[in-house]
Structure formats: C-alpha cells, structure tokens
C-alpha cells in the first residue's frame, strides 16, 4: 500500500530548467535512501542521484554541478532540480526509495514510481 508518484516532467529546450518531484504515500514507518534513475529508449536504466536519510547526497558524473537532488521529509518527497538541460537528458525518469512499510513488518524494501517522461529539444 506505500506508492510513490512522479511529477514535473514535460518538454524543455536545451538550456532549460525542469524540477521533477516524487512524492511517497501510504502505510510508511520510515523512509531511508530516496533515488532518482531513468532509462532512455535503447539503454539501460542508470542512477542519477541518491540522496540518503540524513541528506547525504549523490549525483552522477554526467549531471554533476546541474541536477540536485533534496528531499522534504515532512512531506515523503525527493527532488530533483534540473538545470541547464541537455538533449541527453532525455528519458523517463523513475524515482526510487528503500521504505519500511507499517503492513510489511517493518522490512526494508525498494519502491519505485511509476516514471515521468523528460524530453530536452535540441
């Protein structure tokens, strides 16, 4: 019964901004690592950043200094700020979260949203 849900993503020229956000819900005890990958058409899915429970961050090489990530305790949200745009960042984006449900005997396990579609123009 714990969901997470993505939101934000859209069409953006190259240069551009998007600020995709995945917002968790249901029977949650805690929330531990939250994480963002994405999978573009023909390639493998990738992580682009984690962020852990304690705000210890992550970011890929190929996103470094213009996508971060922070999350929003009070809310269940991890984000993802995504600057200067690049027509590689194209892909579905999926965001991910190891969660410790209150129906599942409190076991860590992964979640995973159900993914919004970023497309940057070049």
């Known amino acids: 019964q714990v969901q997470l849900v993505e939101s934000g993503g859209g069409l953006v020229q190259a240069g551009g901004s998007l600020r995709l956000s995945c917002a968790a819900s249901g029977n949650i005890f805690s929330i531990n690592a939250m994480r963002w990958y994405r999978q573009a058409p023909g390639k493998q899915r990738e992580l682009v950043a984690v962020?852990?429970?304690?705000?210890?961050?992550y970011h890929a090489d190929s996103v470094k200094g213009r996508f971060t990530i922070s999350r929003d305790n009070t809310k269940n949200t991890v984000y993802l700020q995504m600057n200067s745009l690049k027509s590689e960042d194209t892909a579905v984006y999926y965001c991910n979260a190891d969660i410790r449900a209150t129906t599942t005997s409190l076991n860590l396990r992964a979640y995973w949203g159900q993914g919004t579609q970023v497309t940057v123009s070049s």
């Open positions: 962020i852990t429970s304690d705000g210890s961050t």
